[in-house]
């Protein structure tokens, strides 16, 4: 009778209908990563500037605050922290 599909029966179910419909799924997923980060663009007070040594350190910290936090507080976007971070981190 009506009853609720556990998780791992709907878990089954979207992972059967990706499986089949691959181009909607991807263009979905894009989507939806588009509208996430496109909510951490407001902060483009800095956008086109160089980074300063003390937002280097910052970002590259160990006890750093989350990336979110971040944004907020330095006024750049959470993908320009990621980036900057990785092209650190690489030499």
Do not use: C
């Amino acid at each position: 009778m009506g009853g609720r599909e556990n998780a791992e029966a709907v878990r089954k179910r979207q992972l059967r209908w990706r499986e089949q419909n691959r181009k909607a799924w991807s263009r979905n997923r894009a989507g939806q990563k588009g509208r996430y980060y496109r909510q951490f663009q407001k902060n483009t007070r800095h956008k086109g500037k160089r980074w300063t040594p003390v937002e280097d350190a910052r970002i590259t910290a160990k006890d750093r605050p989350t990336d979110r936090e971040l944004s907020r507080a330095i006024g750049r976007s959470m993908q320009a922290i990621q980036q900057r971070r990785y092209l650190l981190l690489q030499h």
